[in-house]
């Protein structure tokens, strides 16, 4: 009797559950076909490659994390979005165990072109979502951005706080209390 075909989303779910179990220093293609019961070969019919696989897992956690922020529209501050990005890659990072920062340092230590990619695209994202919350937060004082610093401007800055306060492994408190400063003052 032949076993039933096997999904992408399976594949990806067998190897989340192995970085799991494993963390992504043993990413191993041979123990996730076996546990997803297909050969090698099958699994190159859907990933061209071991990178393929390991970038379109690390997509899926991506997915994973920052499912809560998929209705922007609950929103109503821009401090708040932050907040919930900065627990959510936390848990996330918690949960796969140093996925955030191994999984940063490992595609660009390895110079994988896609993976690097892959990352940009996802930061991209995320910067726009801050960005649609941000202009629509009644409470900023919109004197605080120009033509010479406008918004898209400050959330870069503020992403690249958030991720530098992510790797160094820092509260978030400081710079929530920096975001309400500058974005709610009266000044």
């Known amino acids: 009797m032949n076993k039933p075909a096997i999904t992408n989303d399976e594949i990806l779910n067998i190897s989340k559950k192995h970085i799991l179990e494993n963390g992504f220093s043993s990413f191993n293609v041979r123990a996730i076909t076996k546990e997803c019961g297909i050969s090698i070969g099958t ?56 996925f955030f920062s191994l ?11 896609e993976g690097v990619n892959t990352m940009n695209n996802y930061f991209s994202i995320l910067k726009s979502d801050l960005l649609f919350v941000l202009k629509r937060d009644q409470q900023v004082n919109r004197n605080m951005f120009s033509p010479e610093f406008p918004e898209e401007t400050y959330v870069d ?10 790797l160094k492994k820092e509260d978030s408190s400081k710079l929530l209390h920096f975001i309400s400063n500058y974005l709610y003052s009266s000044h």
């Open 157 to 166: 800055y503020i992403f690249g706080l958030l991720i530098s306060s992510l």
């Open 43 to 98: 699994l190159y019919n859907y990933f061209s490659s071991k990178n393929d696989l390991l970038i379109a897992t690390v997509e899926s956690i991506w997915e994973e994390i920052f499912q809560p922020l998929s209705n922007l529209n609950d929103f109503d501050r821009f401090v708040d979005v932050v907040e919930c990005m900065y627990q959510n890659i936390e848990e996330g990072n918690h949960k796969y165990s140093g």
């Open 103 to 113: 999984h940063n340092l490992n595609f660009a230590a390895a110079g994988k072109k």
